[in-house]
Nanobody, 118 residues
Framework: VQLQASGGGMVQAGGSLRLSCAAS????????MGWYRQAPGKERELVAA??????NYADSAKDRFTISRDNAKNTVHLQMNSLKTEDTAVYYC??????WGRGVNDYWGQGTLVTVSS
């Protein structure tokens, strides 16, 4: 399973960005798909995810970020509005699921940098 993320970049505070992540490979089932982030000097944290069809958001993302999934394309999007400087981080796409012939595993994308300037 490979995860290809796109959409990071630099934006001013108050602006918007849209991240996308496409999963490919012999995927049989997807239990969860979403986004984590890691800021410098901090631990990786959940931003938003769709887990068994239910959306989950970190408190910091509620009311500003929207996660959506295209099941047919195994793609997940994260629309980020009203961005703040504290949203600056490397964002990682995550998938928990089962590939053909394997058990349930966690898969990670390569990370995409989001920089929010004041």
């Amino acid at each position: 399973v490979q995860l290809q993320a796109s959409g990071g970049g630099m934006v001013q505070a108050g602006g918007s960005l849209r991240l996308s992540c496409a999963a490919s490979g012999n995927i049989v089932t997807i239990n969860a798909m979403g986004w984590y982030r890691q800021a410098p000097g901090k631990e990786r944290e959940l931003v938003a995810a769709i887990i068994s069809g239910t959306t989950n958001y970190a408190d910091s993302a509620k009311d500003r970020f929207t996660i959506s999934r295209d099941n047919a394309k195994n793609t997940v999007h994260l629309q980020m509005n009203s961005l703040k400087t504290e949203d600056t981080a490397v964002y990682y796409c995550h998938l928990r699921g089962r590939a053909w012939g394997r058990g349930v595993n966690d898969y990670w994308g390569q990370g995409t940098l989001v920089t929010v300037s004041s």
